[in-house]
């Protein structure tokens, strides 16, 4: 794809920047530029551009709007010791956006092109990447069926979309772990379903249940799974592990109602290398309860781009708590966090490759 470039005239200024970025939140405030390109059944991808970030202009009847057909990424920019930025195995946010997309029935857009907007728009908004403690800059790229009609068939036309935000811990203040809400009444995924898809339908279908655990006075909902439900899928936006009194990993293995998150992926590769024991099999909800219980679970935590690796403390139901740990992050999860975000930050050597500078 080649990308026609139109710099944004009315962009921020260094001062607001400035404070934008000293307490950026998350997804609240955006760069000044975004990408954008077409694909048509008949064309294929097309008019691609780097332009000023602003509204769009769509069509009320377009498919996207009634019949949510599309698909997104999310992953990060980190700023380097060297003041230079990388971001984080942008291929896998390619080639799982691709499988989303089939899924979808969308076009796939090819894993170059998906890492060629991601340099692009980075080193143009490269002022956006903060660079305190644990900050990034979120990148999120965007599918959306465009067709116009409300007939229901996959669309024939097709939008590609990339913005960017600074962002700065996903969950404020210091590192505390979370409590969890376990729905009973409402599931996720289902196989044969989207869950594997990184899609807007799976959030929009798990709000009620967040507020749900909102209401319960919890942080987050935690999914089990949609037929037998009992095994311990995800939360509506992050993979769950567990470490047991022997110091093993274990995370829900990847049924096809799972998102296979990059996170997930790189912590079971630091844990295994660290010559820690990884598991990857069904965790039963009743395991979790009992073992927290026992101490044969000593520790909990969360892991996605946005969460980084959050501790969990609380698991609550109808009728009942348990609490793993003792209120602080332990020491496993302190570990393997400190191990992910060296690397992603540059302060650790990448035996994998999976920095990628943005020269
Ligand atoms: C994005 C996402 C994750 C985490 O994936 P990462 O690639 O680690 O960011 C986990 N679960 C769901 C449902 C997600 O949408």
Known sequence: MQFDVQPSGGMVDAESRAASLAAPGFGRIFTDHMITARWREDSGWHDARLEPYAPLVMDPASAVLHYSQSAFEG??????????????????????????????????????????ACEMLTRTDVEWVPDTEGASLYLRPLIIADEVGLMVRPSASVRFLLIASPAGSYFSG???????????????????GTGAAKCGGNYAASLVAQREAMDHGCDQVVFVDGVEHRWVDELAGSNICFVLDDGTLVTPELTGAILPGVTRDAILTLARDAGRKVEERRVDVDEWREGVRSGRITEVFACGTAAVITPIGTLKWAGGEV??????????????????IDLQYGRADDPYGWRHPVG
Do not use: H, M
């Not at 920019?77 to 799982?96: C, I, K, M, S, T």
């Not at 609490?323 to 992910?340: C, I, N």
């Open 75 to 116: 992953l990060k920019a980190y700023r380097q010791p060297d003041g230079g930025v990388a971001l984080f195995r942008p291929e896998r946010n390619a080639r799982r956006l691709a499988d989303s997309c089939r899924r979808l029935a969308l076009p796939e857009l090819p894993v170059e092109d998906f890492v060629a």
């Open 323 to 340: 609490t793993a740990g003792d209120g602080s992050p332990g020491p496993v999860t302190t570990e393997l966090r400190q191990a992910l």
């Open 174 to 192: 210091p590192l505390r772990p979370i409590s969890l809400w376990l729905t009973q009444e409402y599931v996720r995924a289902v196989p044969g």
